[in-house]
């Protein structure tokens, strides 16, 4: 498609309207189109954002993460700003990225071992057994995993079940936030999703097309005319 | 304009969008002071960008037993990769072979594409596949998990064969937290996040031999001298080109092309962008975002105001989206909230499939939610997004740009896709051209690393007001303009 095609009449990056509602975001005072999204608010404020932003709406890198209070209410909930909507007296703090002071080292190709899955585990996230039961890492997810289910289920080996249930988990860091214990509870379950898949997934189709193409029965031939319609490339001579 | 020819392109190259231009003619955001106080550093092998392509890369060249620092603007992770829904594409069914995946592809670029980087992306497929899940990703199997378990297959718009592979439709999200975590774990790559690239390093015989990045947290620039610099840093998205909306992440500000263009290197298709047919025409507050094609991959019509299908839902992107632009031009469009799209019929494809939502869709799902409606009741309107920029950097099979030592990786690269590109290539292209471009630079020597200055900016500087531009805007842009960002101020701060 041409890239000079008129835009359709609606078309173009929400601006903030005349008349909005008006929230508070990391202390400054911000107006809002109505039905904007508290990251949307964000963008189009006084300064552009150069941290917390990311997919700006899809929910899936974690970056916009912020504690929200609602106008009225004393309960602080932590939040993607990207899927949750500015509404008119709400507060609105960013969380900053940290250095995590624990780090579960552990390289992907040296988990080869399926009878040993759960020593490796245990090994490689200590503190996973200690959960003390408290939910705050379930009452800190912006996605509703059943977090610290999730980490009984990683402890007990029952694999699969807790793969499954860290599947819509997008690493916003917020349950590790939230563990006193320090059990990074992502990371565990990102740990089990990468074993399971590695130790497991073994796709008999694709394992054939490996072969043949190793035994060179799957060449490519570029016919005569291939990428005739390219376009000049351009540099510049300065 | 000889000095200067992004505008008009010379030997007949098609002119980029003005504002892509205006950057691509911009004055360096760099001067001699900033860089005399910048603080040195050293890498093996540089990599920019935090994305798929990036970590590709850096886990490649960090394999090849090779220091890594990978440099990016925003967060390690956030990306359009992690966005992607779809697939990706590996020629692995029985009834495929590499030859369908590179005719499919060559086709749906409308034959303008660099034929030797497609032999090589599809022939890379099944191993990029294989090598996903040995860094522990998941895809979805045809029936249940198990040894002679087969990969569920789902069909691309413009191709002959099923060749789709996917996690759900949160493929990317599930690609890029396994990478991200293989990155982050790796014990020769250090990740600088919120450290953007503001300039290329050159040597006197015109090599690339570093960058200089602008560290936000700590307010100072740095000179990362690197004997390999692999650009990894996506595309334009947020500049909005045509007035578009955008399903790209907030960084999609076109900063490698600006800064491989000043330095020399050749671009290419500059002026072909995708859009892609399903961005949200409403809810207003979703508009621009993305509905997955393996939404319309699995049945579900568009259908426009008189009630009518109006197009083969599964033809190739740049089709598809030119018949909904028709439907909406003519009068035949819908207007919702003041918005205009036309239908994308959920309750249709739900009623005929109810389970969707619930195992393959889940994107949907979400999306569903939070826009405030039931999909099962209520149709999507939908209106074509920016998406994804076609042209590039010009690369060789093994990423490197015509600029000795400077690599490109993933969208901010040219000719693997042509003029119009199939769904799940994109996140094929990040992998294969990715680790080959880390494996590459990687095997560069390392012995001698160059001083490199900012020699050719000073050119490009002189051309400039040469050209009677010598005030010109300053660039990479870095942020989107929704609101200001000077990082002459910031840096002052």
């Not at chain 1, 699969?160 to 249930?165: E, F, K, S």
Request: glycine content about 12%; aromatic content about 4%.
């Amino acid at each position: 498609m041409d890239a000079h095609t008129p835009p359709p009449p609606e078309a173009g990056p929400a601006a903030a309207p005349a008349a909005g509602i008006t929230l508070v975001i990391d202390g400054v005072e911000i107006t809002a189109a109505p039905e904007a999204s508290i990251l949307q608010a964000a963008a189009h404020g006084t300064a552009a954002l150069t941290a917390n932003i990311g997919c700006m709406g899809q929910g899936v890198c974690g970056s916009c993460r912020c504690m929200v209070r609602r106008q009225g209410e004393r309960q602080v909930e932590t939040r993607l700003a990207c899927e949750t909507r500015a509404e008119a007296g709400m507060e609105v703090s960013f969380i900053d990225y940290f250095i995590p002071e624990h780090r579960h080292v552990y390289d992907i190709a040296e988990v080869t071992e399926s009878w040993g899955l759960l020593d490796q585990l245990n090994a490689i996230f200590p503190e996973a057994a200690h959960c003390r039961h408290c939910g705050g890492c379930d009452r800190a997810c912006p996605k509703g995993i059943a977090v610290q289910q999730g980490v009984a289920l990683c402890v007990a080996g029952d694999f699969d079940a807790a793969a499954r249930g860290f599947d819509e988990c997008v690493m916003c860091n917020l349950c590790t936030l939230a563990c006193p214990e320090h059990i990074r509870p992502n990371n565990l379950g990102l740990f089990v999703r990468r074993a399971t898949a590695a130790l497991t997934l073994r796709p008999i189709d694709l394992v054939r097309r490996l072969r043949e193409i190793e035994q060179g029965a799957m060449a490519v031939e570029i016919p005569p005319e291939a990428g005739a319609g390219a376009a000049p490339a351009v540099e510049h001579d300065a | 304009m000889r000095a200067i020819p992004a505008t008009r392109g010379p030997r007949g190259a098609p002119p980029p969008p003005p504002p892509l231009a205006a950057l691509l003619q911009s004055n360096a955001l760099l001067d001699d002071a900033a860089l005399a106080g910048a603080t040195p550093l050293r890498a093996d092998v540089l990599v920019l960008g935090g994305g798929g392509a990036g970590a590709a890369a850096a886990l490649a060249a960090a394999g090849a037993g090779r220091q890594v620092i990978l440099a990016t603007k925003l967060r390690m992770g956030d990306s359009n990769t992690v966005m992607a829904e779809g697939g990706i594409q590996a020629a692995i069914g029985p009834e495929d072979s590499l030859q369908h995946h590179f005719d499919d592809t060559l086709r749906g670029g409308h034959n303008s594409a660099d034929p030797h980087l497609v032999k090589q992306l599809v022939t890379d497929g099944p191993a990029v596949i294989r090598w996903l899940i040995g860094l522990g990703m998941h895809f979805d199997l045809e029936k249940e998990a198990g040894l002679g378990a087969r990969l569920l297959r789902k069909k691309a718009g413009g191709t002959t064969v099923p060749r789709i592979l996917s996690h759900r439709d949160v493929t990317g999200l599930e690609m890029m937290r396994v990478l991200r975590e293989a990155v982050e774990l790796h014990p020769r790559i250090t990740v600088m996040n919120r450290c953007p690239a503001v300039e290329l390093l050159s040597d006197d015989a015109g090599a690339c031999v570093g960058a200089v990045l602008y560290d936000l947290e700590h307010r100072r620039f740095l000179l990362l001298r690197s004997p390999a610099v692999i650009l990894a840093t996506g595309g334009s998205g947020r500049l909005h080109l045509g007035g578009f909306p955008t399903s790209n992440h907030y960084g999609a500000t076109a900063d490698g092309l600006v800064l491989a263009y000043r330095m020399g290197a050749r671009l290419r298709d500059l002026d072909s962008f995708q859009y892609h047919p399903t961005g949200v025409a409403w809810p207003a507050p979703l508009a621009g975002g993305l509905i997955s094609e393996a939404v319309r991959s699995a049945g579900a019509w568009l259908v426009n105001g008189h009630g009518q299908r109006f197009v083969d839902e599964l033809l190739a992107r740049d089709i598809v989206a030119a018949a909904i632009l028709r439907e909406i031009a003519e009068g035949r469009g819908v207007t919702r909230g003041g918005r205009v799209g036309v239908f994308l019929d959920t309750p249709g494809l739900l009623a005929r499939q109810p389970d969707l939502l619930e195992t393959r869709l889940t994107g949907l799902k979400h999306l569903a939610h939070k826009a405030g409606f039931d999909p099962r009741r209520e149709p999507f309107l939908v209106a074509p997004t920016l998406h994804y920029q076609n042209g590039g950097a010009v690369i060789d099979p093994q990423g490197e740009t015509t600029i000795p030592g400077l690599y490109a990786a993933g969208e901010v690269s040219g000719g693997v896709h042509g003029r119009n590109r199939l769904m799940g290539n994109a996140l094929l292209e990040i992998i294969s051209f990715g680790r080959r471009a880390g494996a590459h630079a990687a095997a560069r020597p390392v012995a001698a690393y160059s001083r490199g200055g900012i020699e050719h900016v000073h050119r490009w500087q002189r051309a400039l007001a040469a050209a009677g531009l010598p005030r010109a805007p300053r660039a990479p842009l870095l942020y989107p303009d929704y609101a200001p960002f000077s990082l002459r101020q910031h840096a002052a701060a």
